[in-house]
């Protein structure tokens, strides 16, 4: 009888990672310095320390930042500078294709050269979203408009400005893009408010307008928001009329980077470890094209940056790797174990056997943060008056060591299976291990057309399924042929080469991507 095997591409390859979305992520990241022109310091990214240690407390639904903005309504700009703070009202449901939640942004800045000149806002937004699932991806679309309260206040040089929220107008719309490990987003946003000049509601009227895209991606080692914004300012109804155009660019990004601790010479079994530092930094340019009368040249560009809330974390020190010394993946075999990707007995590492699928599976789980489930038994399953779940995996039981990182893969659309084999200890080759790089960034488009020929030497002997992918990762720099041009697509991969795989895709996901989005604003 011919034995069922795993929903492979070709029947080669499917079951590592075909895209889609996953749940480390909550959904709808963007926001993060609000939507009026003004820069924060931004979310953090989770710790190792966050992962390690469950918390029982509630996680906060509120979050308050640092957080600047440049005014502009009496055609002069004016730096303030207080907090932001993002009230979270519900979310995406991971359930539900289609559904509402709300925010609440609430701005409180002052002008520290003179703090009697201020300005309150208040906003809450609603957002609709529905979800577009297709193969190798999920898309959220959403569309967020003010409900229910929008108040403002600005004070400058005596003068108090009032929003008139029945006339004033906000629009975003936003498509979100889940990959096997980045959220990718892009969009616009568009607002029109209206301000009368003093309490009693009469007098001169100010239109400020800003309009312009969005967009940034978040992962496990870094993320980062960009907004390009043509504001509008305009004065009617007063004594003088005028207007003052110009461009804005806020944009906040963080990343997490890793330094090696050389321990001082003492009397304990540490050589060294790995120093994990989380930075941040927040950035607005404006350029200012028509301009106030009154304005002098040395106002019309400017800059202003937030904080930065540097934090670090020591990291475990591996023992037991003194046999890794002078190997070329010691140090990303070293890493690995620092940051509890590796968590094999050190004693029985072995960098230079094969890497089988379930512990590669496992290692690429951990390092994008994939959130795995405890396993039910049978009498828990009873205790719970649940059916126990079916087996996706004929050779893949519960009580196999890898089967919570296996289901996270399948429950992540990272691979499928339905009863099928998965072979978790075959080795893995090292077309399957390259082809991850990309299917893990959902870069495949750089690939250009299904079977495009790469440029190594060993071209013939890549699988089809493979090419794409393959030709993206060359492209990318991720991958590149031996001495003699060859990559040797069907030849297992060892501990130590995937070692230094996943080391060299949480390097492009510290570094290059973040460096690829910067490019963008100049």
């Known amino acids: ?107 409180e800045i002052q002008n520290l050269k003179n703090p009697e000149e201020s300005l309150e806002r208040k906003i809450t937004l609603e957002t609709r ?100 914004l043509q504001f509008v300012v305009e004065s009617t109804g007063g004594e003088k009329t005028w207007q003052m155009a110009g461009t804005l660019q806020p944009s906040v990004t963080t990343k997490k980077t890793l330094q090696y601790h050389q321990l001082p010479n003492l009397p304990h079994s540490l050589e060294g470890t790995y120093k994990e530092v989380m930075e941040n930094h927040g950035g607005l340019f404006y350029n200012i094209t028509t301009y106030h009368p009154e304005l002098t040249s040395k106002q019309k560009i400017g800059s202003v940056s937030v904080p930065s809330f540097n934090i670090f974390e020591i990291l475990q020190a591996p023992k037991n790797l003194s046999f890794l010394k002078g190997h070329f993946a010691e140090s990303d075999v070293k890493k690995l174990y620092s940051m509890n990707i590796l968590d094999e007995n050190p004693a029985y590492f072995q960098p230079n056997q094969a890497m089988p699928r379930a512990q590669y599976v496992k290692a690429l789980i951990r390092t994008m943060n994939i959130p795995i489930e405890e396993v039910e038994t049978k009498r828990t399953s009873r205790r719970k008056n649940k059916e126990e779940d079916p087996l996706i995996f004929a050779d893949v039981p519960k009580t196999h060591p890898d089967y919570p990182y296996i289901m996270a893969a399948y429950k992540s659309q990272l691979i499928q299976g339905d009863g099928a084999y998965f072979y978790p200890e075959r080795p893995i080759s090292r077309e399957e291990a390259f082809v991850v790089f990309i299917r893990i960034l959902g870069l495949e488009r750089l690939g250009l057309d299904p079977t495009p020929q790469t440029p190594f030497v060993d071209d013939r002997y890549i699988a089809s399924w493979a090419k794409r992918d393959l030709y993206a990762a060359y492209n990318l720099g991720l991958i590149k042929g031996n001495t003699e041009g060859k990559i040797m697509p069907k030849n297992w991969l060892s501990k130590g080469e995937a070692a230094a795989l996943i080391n060299r895709l949480i390097d492009y996901l510290r570094y290059d991507i973040l460096e690829d989005y910067r490019s963008l604003q100049y």
Request: with cysteine; charged share 25%; aromatic share 14%.
């Open 1 to 107: 009888m011919r034995q069922k095997t795993c929903k492979i591409v070709s029947l080669a390859f499917l079951w590592i990672f075909i895209g889609g979305y996953f749940s480390p992520f909550v959904y709808g990241k963007e926001g993060e310095m609000g939507y009026f022109g003004g820069i924060s310091e931004g979310y953090r990214l989770p710790q190792t320390m966050d992962q390690q240690v469950v918390s029982k407390s509630k996680k906060s639904k509120s979050t308050t930042m640092n957080y600047k903005e440049i005014v502009f309504l009496t055609g002069t700009p004016i730096e303030m500078e207080g907090t932001l703070k993002i009230e979270s009202k519900g979310q995406v449901d991971e359930d539900k294709d289609n559904g509402t939640y709300q925010e609440v942004y609430t701005v």
């Open 129 to 228: 979203y529905y979800k577009k699932k297709q193969p190798y991806m999920t898309q959220v679309i959403k569309e967020t408009t003010p409900i229910k309260k929008w108040t403002e206040t600005v004070k400058i040089g005596g003068e108090t400005y009032i929003l008139n929220a029945d006339k004033s107008e906000f629009h975003q719309s936003i498509i979100e893009d889940y990959t096997p490990g980045v959220q990718y987003y892009t969009g616009a946003i568009s607002s029109k408010s209206y301000y009368t000049k003093g309490t009693e509601g009469a007098g001169e009227e100010l239109i400020y307008s800003l309009e312009g895209p969005i967009y940034g991606y978040e992962q496990q080692w870094s993320k980062t928001e960009i907004q390009e």
